[in-house]
């Protein structure tokens, strides 16, 4: 069982920044490609970056490509996602994933606002 715990969201303002944090239990990058998406009210969830499970590649959607970036602390077990740049339309709950092609684990959320 894989455990995920969000922290960093908040409000900020349009072009500011945040850092989102995700505190992963055991050894679940060495077995899981992580990642991390986001739900706006009224919509669906939508796949925002992700770090697969040897280091060696990132992805990003294309509405944050250039402003957003993923990282981990492998001795800290924690995923990050550097937000720089916000826009109103990043405003949503952020949650972390942790990927294999057996099961997928999501952490509770956090939540971001980006005010205009």
């Known amino acids: 069982q894989v455990q995920l715990v969000e922290s960093g969201g908040g409000l900020v303002q349009a072009g500011g920044s945040l850092r989102l944090s995700c505190a992963a239990s055991?050894?679940?990058?060495?077995?899981?490609?992580m990642g991390w998406y986001r739900q706006a009210p009224g919509k669906e969830r939508e796949f925002v970056a992700q770090?697969?499970?040897?280091?060696?590649?990132?992805y990003y959607a294309d509405s944050v490509k250039g402003r957003f970036t993923i990282s981990r602390d492998i001795a800290k077990n924690t995923v990050y996602l550097q937000m720089n740049s916000l826009k109103s339309e990043d405003t949503a709950i952020y949650y972390c994933?942790?990927?294999?092609?057996?099961?997928?684990?999501w952490g509770q959320g956090t939540q971001v606002t980006v005010s205009s």
């Open positions: 994933n942790a990927h294999s092609l057996a099961r997928d684990f």
């Open positions: 055991g050894r679940t990058f060495s077995f899981y490609d």
């Open positions: 770090l697969v499970r040897s280091g060696s590649n990132t």
